[in-house]
């Protein structure tokens, strides 16, 4: 689908980017349904619709697939930031032919914030961008184990003392 700009919880909100479903194309692109950063005649750019929490101290992970556009000679480049790049902020490159890689980025925030995700494609051919997938942002899970685990021994620590100061004035006035 060429200039699409129907996604549930993203916009499009510079250039023009391209849906590319099921193969079309051959078997190059193989199945599914992914973004071509790179619409007709412009570069690309998609940011999520709403922006998000992000609790300081916490470890998070964004993952994402990028492949090269599979099918103009060019080297093409995409851009992911976090909150405008205050929070996370890289570019990446992919030759035409380079397959499908799974990238994976850590970052901690430093202060609470609201932020979005922006992701803009550029290249030296219209209409043939590198290609996008499966973006996704989590708290990391061993950082919400320990911080689960934290408030659940300050609970516990705090039943503790009160049972335990309880007892006390118990036996003192037996």
């Not at 999520?48 to 990028?66: H, Q, R, S, W």
């Not at 901690?108 to 914030?113: D, G, I, K, L, Y």
């Not at 499966?134 to 039943?159: C, D, F, M, Q, W």
Request: hydrophobic fraction near 40%.
């Amino acid at each position: 689908m060429i200039d699409y700009d129907n996604f549930a919880n993203w916009n499009v909100t510079a250039g023009s980017v391209d849906i590319i479903i099921n193969g079309h194309g051959g078997t190059l692109f193989g199945d599914g349904m992914f973004v071509d950063m790179i619409g007709l005649g412009n570069n690309g750019e998609i940011t999520t619709k709403d922006a998000f929490p992000l609790e300081p101290g916490v470890d998070y992970t964004l993952k994402f697939d990028l492949s090269g556009n599979q099918r103009a000679s060019s080297t093409d480049f995409v851009t992911v930031s976090v909150g405008g790049g205050a929070v996370f902020q890289e570019t990446f490159s992919l030759d035409t032919s380079d397959p499908w890689e799974t990238v994976v980025r850590n970052f901690t925030v430093p202060a609470p914030t609201n932020a979005k995700i922006a992701i803009s494609g550029t290249g030296n051919l219209l209409n043939a961008g590198m290609l996008l997938d499966n973006v996704n942002l989590v708290p990391e899970a061993e950082t919400i184990s320990y911080l689960v685990l934290g408030i659940a021994l300050t609970a516990i620590r705090r039943k503790w003392s009160k049972t335990a100061s309880t007892t006390s004035r118990v036996t003192c006035a037996s």
